[in-house]
């Protein structure tokens, strides 16, 4: 049997998908997931991908004070620097420490799936526990393409930041900053639509930005960033589900699939 670490759903379903492993436990330990709500969404999600896909699991101990005691120091490092090591160490040496507990022969992690991780530098941490604590070590590269996770995703909670309050205080200022640079974009670039601010983030009628061309509605969409774009049967961008602008991919959907040919919300 392998003792899975499991970080998130996501990587959880990007191993699963990768690799098979005939006997194995899922292990939820994630001690560094702030705050506590956050952790509880991450855990149900999860869990909801252990039931579908019919795996063994197991929740480790959640003691967040503990980690973010120890994590004080390492609060302004990068991520990926000294405090992901230490972070990614904590995690994988609970691991196989509780491998040992369960008889399983081996242990690896979920994290080998992550894209913002370094593979060989979960893979050299891993060794080194290997080596103090006697269990075996699997690694590999546990990556998959998002468009084979995204039809597992639908209905499941996927974070938006890495874990720890550090890593959810850099995606705020970051989330900041691109709100920023696309406002001063908006008046800059499209000074008379800058009343339509109240979409980013929503889902907008194209019948309300009077744009004709395609290239410039792609150019408006990639600074308004709206949840999605709602347009009417016969239009030309109808029957398609996404349209790419720039590096933001913006989501196409029929209006009477939304709100019924009535007009009601379905
Ligand atoms: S950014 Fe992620 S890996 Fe790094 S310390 Fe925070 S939770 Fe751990």
Not at 29 to 43: D, T
């Amino acid at each position: 049997m392998t003792l899975i670490h499991v970080c998130c759903a996501p990587d959880l379903l990007s191993t699963v998908l990768k690799r098979e492993f005939p006997e194995a436990v899922f292990y939820f330990y994630n001690p560094n997931i702030f705050p506590e709500s956050e952790y509880e969404k991450r855990l149900e999600a999860f869990k909801t991908v252990c039931h579908r896909l019919n795996l063994n699991y197991m929740e480790g101990r959640y003691d967040p004070e503990e980690f973010s005691a120890f994590f004080e120091r390492y609060f302004d490092e990068e991520e990926g620097g000294a405090r992901c090591g230490k972070c990614m160490e904590m995690r994988l040496k609970n691991a196989a420490l509780t491998s040992g507990k369960i008889h399983a022969k081996s242990f690896t992690s979920t994290l080998l799936a992550s894209p913002r991780k370094s593979i060989d530098t979960i893979n050299e941490i891993g060794m080194e526990i290997s080596n103090v604590y006697g269990t075996e070590y699997t690694g590999g590269n546990f990556r998959t393409g998002r468009k084979e996770i995204k039809p597992y995703l639908e209905d499941i909670y996927v974070q938006n930041y890495c874990g720890c309050e550090a890593s959810l205080v850099k995606s705020r200022r970051d989330r900041e900053e691109r709100e920023r640079m696309d406002f001063e974009l908006l008046s800059g670039k499209f000074r008379n639509l800058v009343h339509l601010w109240k979409y980013r983030g929503r889902l907008i009628r194209i019948e309300e930005i009077p744009i004709r061309d395609e290239s410039s509605l792609k150019e408006f969409l990639a600074v308004l960033k709206p949840s999605g774009l709602l347009v009417k049967k016969g239009s030309e961008l109808y029957g398609r589900n996404w349209l790419k602008a720039g590096k933001y991919n913006c989501r196409i959907l029929g209006e009477s699939d939304i709100y019924g040919e009535s007009g009601q919300k379905n």
